[in-house]
């Protein structure tokens, strides 16, 4: 199982819901089920979340379980896996945008002015080969 670290300086909309049913996942799937996030208060391991990150997608919107939350010292790291097939794939695409992003953000702090394009040019040449693929 791999999680992807989602870019702190693109924070995501992290909500409690109703509890869900999921489908039962296997713990031993390999590749990327879910991603890692900062948040400023603790989530209880098994709960239902809804995700949203408006400034990459304003139509984005997931729901996932919390897989683990640990304390840090400014906030909380949390896990949170999609066990389902069309969750995943949509999350693994946003992340990948979401990276694109940060790269043009970091960029753009050492001097380097790029526009989204040239951003995920330089992205994928240079981490795309690394990044989680996705199976379940």
């Known amino acids: 199982m ?3 670290a989602h870019p702190r300086d ?3 909309d992290i909500t409690l819901i109703e509890d869900q049913s999921f489908p039962h996942v296997n713990e031993e799937r390999a590749g990327f089920v879910g991603i890692t996030s900062f948040t ?5 391991n098994g709960r239902s979340v ?3 990150l408006e400034e990459i997608d304003p139509n984005f919107c997931v729901s996932g ?6 304390q840090e010292t400014d906030g909380y790291r949390i896990a949170i896996e999609f066990p389902s097939t069309e969750e995943c794939y949509c999350v693994r695409m946003i992340e990948q ?3 694109i992003e940060h790269y043009r953000r970091q960029a753009k702090i050492e001097g380097r002015r790029l526009n989204y394009n040239e951003a ?3 992205w994928i040449q240079k ?3 690394n990044f989680p693929a996705f199976t379940i």
């Not at 400023?40 to 209880?44: H, L, N, T, V, W």
């Not at 379980?65 to 640990?70: A, G």
């Open 10 to 12: 693109l924070p995501l």
């Open 40 to 44: 400023s208060r603790p989530f209880d």
């Open 65 to 70: 379980r919390v897989v683990w939350c640990d």
């Open 97 to 99: 945008l979401s990276q």
């Open 50 to 52: 809804r995700i949203t």
């Open 120 to 122: 995920a040019a330089e």
């Open 127 to 129: 981490f795309a080969a």
């Open 2 to 4: 791999e999680f992807v």
